[in-house]
């Protein structure tokens, strides 16, 4: 039975990632496939090296399970050619042990290197691990949550009642400035100076305009920017 593909915390999506088989065995991709399938991945088949080079030329995989010995182009040999345009993580399969052939491998810069016999879940948990070195670090987001107001700094997206609202970016930047610095007390000299920059050439009013706007977005939420007379603004939720 094949497991039901899962999302991982993270937002990533298991059922995209897709494994290329290459060997000249039917028997030992069929193993393979049974296993992988299992796992939820997708899977495709190669039975000789030149097929694989064309089938990675066509489209992209995540990991390659690559045997070594196989007619007219060997799996080192495809591995090689493979680089030339691709850097797809490679797992090599081989009735070969000698450490000769491994350090070869790595040369080539292969990721891991399993001898045949082989066990099925054991090649599946290298595989994982391997997937999971090659994925790019997720960006954490920053959230500043508050009632009836979310704003996401990473995205900088502002929602209100779970409806994002649009922004001009001078009003995003002055929102955003006001609730990092939650709490404290800010002139308008530095509002100005730190949003607009030191160079700013416009008056008070620019501010007081973009504060009015700001608030205008925020409808029920505009008493979290709070007014302090003779000296600026502060951030209060």
């Known amino acids: 039975m094949r497991k039901t593909p899962q999302i991982h915390e993270n937002g990533r999506d298991c059922t995209v990632q897709h494994i290329l088989i290459v060997d000249d065995e039917e028997k030992i991709r069929a193993i393979i496939r049974k296993y992988a399938e299992f796992e939820g991945y997708l899977v495709s088949e190669a039975a000789d090296g030149m097929e694989a080079v064309k089938l990675c030329r066509d489209r992209d995989f995540d990991i390659l399970i690559l045997d070594v010995m196989m007619p007219e182009l060997d799996g080192f040999s495809t591995c090689r050619e493979i680089r030339k345009f691709k850097n797809t993580p490679v797992l090599m399969l081989s009735a070969r042990g000698e450490e000769y052939d491994k350090i070869h491998g790595f040369e080539l810069g292969i990721d891991d290197y399993v001898v045949k016999p082989f066990s099925p ?108 007379r003779g000296v600026g603004y502060r951030f209060e939720a």
């Not at 500043?144 to 930047?173: H, N, Q, W």
């Not at 007390?185 to 530095?190: N, P, V």
Request: net charge neutral; glycine share 6%; aromatic share 12%.
């Open 121 to 228: 879940r054991e090649l599946m948990m290298r595989v994982k691990a391997i997937l999971n070195r090659s994925q790019p670090p997720q960006a954490e987001k920053e959230i500043a949550a508050f009632e009836g107001l979310t704003i996401d700094f990473t995205g900088r997206m502002v929602y209100i009642d779970d409806v994002r609202i649009d922004m001009s970016p001078k009003e995003y930047d002055l929102l955003f400035y006001l609730v990092k610095n939650k709490g404290i007390a800010l002139t308008r000299e530095k509002l100005i100076c730190d949003v607009w920059g030191y160079d700013f050439y416009g008056d008070d009013r620019t501010l007081d305009t973009h504060i009015k706007l700001l608030r205008g977005r925020l409808g029920a939420y505009r008493h979290y920017i709070v007014t302090l």
